[in-house]
Structure formats: C-alpha cells, structure tokens
C-alpha cells in the first residue's frame, strides 16, 4: 500500500512495527496503572472534607462529582472515536489527518465546555431537583459546582488528548496526565482544605486548577500533532465528508454508551426496590465489577489502537493478530479475576462492608461475581476491536439487542427469583453484548480489505 507524499508523489508505508505480547503490553500496561490513580483521588477528597467533622460536606462533594461526571460522560464519545480515527490515519500514513483530527476533537471539547458553562444554571438546578439531597447538602452541592464547572473546557479536552495518545501508542503519556491531574489535585485538597480552611469550596478550586494544569500539560504532549501545518488548515479541518464521518462515528457510541449506563443505572434503581440490604450487597459487589473494568481497560485500549493501525493499512491478518492477542491477555486478566474473587471475595466484602446483614447478602450472592469477569470479557473485548476499526454501527445495534435482552430478562426474572434474577438479566446482557458483537466480528475482518 502506498501513501502520499506532500510533494504528491506516491510513497509505500513504511514496514509496520510487529504486532507481539511486548507490544500490547506496553500498551496497556500504563492504562491500568493509571485507572488505580483515580479511586486514591476520590479517598482523599472525601477523607480530607472529612476532616470537618460534618457529613454534609461529605455529601456534597460526592454528590457533586457524580453530577460533573455524569455530564462530561457525554462527551466520552471523543476519546473513542478519536482513538479509531487517528489509529487508521496513522496506520495508512496519513500524518496531515492524524493532525487535523485532534483539532476537530478540540474544537468539540472547547465548544462542549462552553456550553456547560452557559448552561450552568439549568444543569445544577435540575440535577440537584432530581438527586433532591436536602438543604443543607444542596446550598453546598451548588458551592462545590459554580466553582468546579468552570473547567469544563479543559476537563472535556482530556479525553481528545487520552484518544490521540492512545492512537499513537503513548499511553504512558496518558498515565503522566492523569499522574499530574490526581496528583495536583490532593495535594491542593490538603493545602485548600486543611491548611487554608476553605471546605468544599476548596475542593472544587483544587479540582478546577488540576484539571485547567491537566488540560495544558494534554496539549503540550500532543504537540507533535500542531508541528505539521495541517492542524490549523480550515480547509482540511472543516472539510465537510470528515465532519461527517465523525459526528456519526460519536452519535452512534453515545448511544452505545447511553444504553450501556441505562443497563446499570435500573440494574442500582431495581435493587434499591428490594429492600436496604439486597441495595448495599450490590453496591459491595458492583465495587468487583470496576476492578475488572479497571485492569480491562488496558487491554481494550491495546486492541483499540493496534486494531485501528492495522485497519488503517487493509491488513486482515494484522486485524486478526491485534484481535487475538489482546483477547489473550483481556481474558486471562478476567480469568485471574475470577479465581481471585472466588477465593478471596468473602475477605474483601468484610473490608468493604461492616454490617453483618450486609456482609451476609454480598455473599450470598458472590458467585454471581465469580462468573461475571469470564462471560462479561468477550464484550469488553469486543469494544475496544470494534472501536479501533470505526465500526460504530455495529456496537450500537448489538447494544441495542443487549439492552432488549436485559430488559426482558429483567421482567421475566426478577419477579420470580429476586436479586438472583435482577444479577441473571446483568449477566445476559453481558454474554449477548459478546455474542452479538461476535457474529458480527467477520464482516468487520472483511472490512478491513475493503469487502
């Protein structure tokens, strides 16, 4: 295959690196290692708020940050789509694309943040009209938001800057920003907090700077995207067919992930119906299902990049290599999993959980957990192929089906076996995400040659 030159001249592609164990590990390896930053990060911003002796700053804060969070998750759909769209540039030599992607992913994530912030006053009011906290943690929720709300910008273009590293295989890049973000940030919870005695709105300043100094440190790692004149090319930029191709590569996952949150969202809201305690053993519990999300990642971003290089260059085999590999390592992570939390998830239940009742449920039904890992990895898996390859159609149609599974499921089990069905129907939404995304796994193999 051949590229072009600026000259115009055709030019082959370079041999591509091969695609080996060393390589997917160095890959993911920094992905998982910074996943772990993000709980110590969360501890220390409520041990530190903590620290004044009340639970409503406590409250507020948390609350707070799952109201950021839920809003920027949004516009999760740019590191994804950005990672298969510079993934393929790259692999098929395309340097000047590779530069004017990240541009485009900016100027979503400027706009995006702006938007947040114009629009403050109507999220704020609403999310606190819908969580209905109390007076109290409300007037200090709004604190906490009118301060934190103004990184919006910064804290969006991070995941443009994570998709772009991500593509270019430089993940250890991702983890320094997270290092210096989460890093920043606790050290000025301590200075804002507990040395300056500024209480939540504290917090959010030392949140807001962390992630502003993120956002800037993102821009200079990726500054090998605005060496090439072509990042500031309206022409190229702007151009309408890339506008395009990308606004239907992002609505489709924001889809995806729509009915992904919707799936664990109801899976929370129907086990609070069943009572306090079924509630706190699946909060226990779901804490295993982000252990495995965590140390997955890693390899679901391999198998994003390196699918997406490959299909970028019509290599078939090299897609099935890429696939193969970081399915290997995907799976016997959630296999370790497994047998971790078949043998030692009574120990971390106690840890999590000091109620006897509670303790007594979580285990009950650990099991469920036990199998989760094994059946759940083919999907997880299957994301990050089918995100490397752009094929978003895909993932939202068989997210579609996973989702009509899980509801029927939810309506035929649950009312005769309780919290064992409500964990049937999670599970089956599991295996049909990866048995669905798997029958279609061919044609995208036929993609990859143009078929």
Not at 133 to 140: I, K, Q
């Amino acid at each position: 295959m051949a590229t072009t030159s600026e000259a115009g001249i055709a030019a082959p592609l370079a041999a591509p690196k091969p695609i080996t164990h060393r390589r997917v590990m160095s890959v993911a390896l920094p992905i998982v290692l910074s996943n772990v930053t993000v709980p110590i990060l969360g501890a220390v911003d409520t041990g530190v708020v903590g620290q004044l002796g009340e639970a409503a700053p406590i409250g507020a804060v948390g609350l707070g940050a799952v109201i950021l969070s839920t809003v920027y998750w949004i516009f999760g759909f740019l590191r994804m789509g950005t990672v298969g769209l510079v993934g393929q540039a790259e692999g098929r030599g395309d340097a000047a694309e590779v530069s004017a992607i990240l541009s485009r992913a900016l100027l979503i994530a400027g706009a995006g943040g702006l938007a947040i912030i114009a629009l403050q006053l109507p999220i704020i009011s609403g999310a606190l009209l819908i969580s209905d906290p109390g007076d109290e943690v409300a007037t200090l929720t709004q604190d906490y938001l009118s301060i934190r709300i103004w990184s919006a910008p910064f804290a969006i273009a991070t995941y443009a800057f994570t998709g772009w590293l991500v593509a270019m295989e430089r993940t250890g890049a991702v983890f320094l920003i997270q290092v210096v973000i989460n890093g920043l940030n606790i050290v000025l919870d301590i200075v804002f907090v507990l040395g300056f005695g500024w209480g939540v709105e504290g917090v959010a300043a030392a949140t807001v700077i962390a992630e502003v100094v993120g956002g800037l440190y993102g821009l200079w790692l990726c500054r090998a995207a605005f060496a090439r004149p072509d990042w500031k090319d309206a022409a190229r930029v702007f151009a309408r067919e890339k506008i395009v191709t990308m606004m239907v590569l992002n609505g489709d996952i924001l889809i995806r992930s729509a009915l992904l949150m919707a799936i664990f969202n109801s899976f929370t809201v129907l086990a609070a119906r069943l009572g306090e305690v079924p509630l706190a053993a699946n909060t226990v519990l779901v804490n295993f299902l982000f252990i495995v999300a965590h140390a997955l990642d890693g390899f679901a971003f391999a198998a994003e990049t390196l699918v997406a290089r490959a299909f970028g260059r019509r290599d078939r085999a090299r897609v099935r290599r890429a696939s193969a590999l970081t399915s290997i390592w995907g799976m016997a992570i959630c296999v370790v999993l497994s047998l971790t939390f078949a043998l030692a998830g009574g120990a971390l239940i106690d840890v999590m959980a000091t109620s006897p009742d509670v303790r007594e449920e979580a285990r009950r039904y650990l099991w469920w957990m036990v199998a989760a890992p094994i059946v759940g990895a083919p999907g997880w898996m299957f994301d990050g192929i089918f995100i490397g390859a752009t094929r978003s159609a895909d993932m939202r149609n068989m997210m579609i089906v996973s989702a009509i599974l899980y509801a029927a499921a939810v309506a035929i089990l649950l009312p005769t076996l309780g919290n064992d069905g409500l964990w049937a129907a999670l599970l089956i939404s599991f295996i049909a995400r990866g048995a669905t995304l798997g029958v279609r796994y061919p044609a995208l193999e036929r993609a990859a040659e143009g078929r």
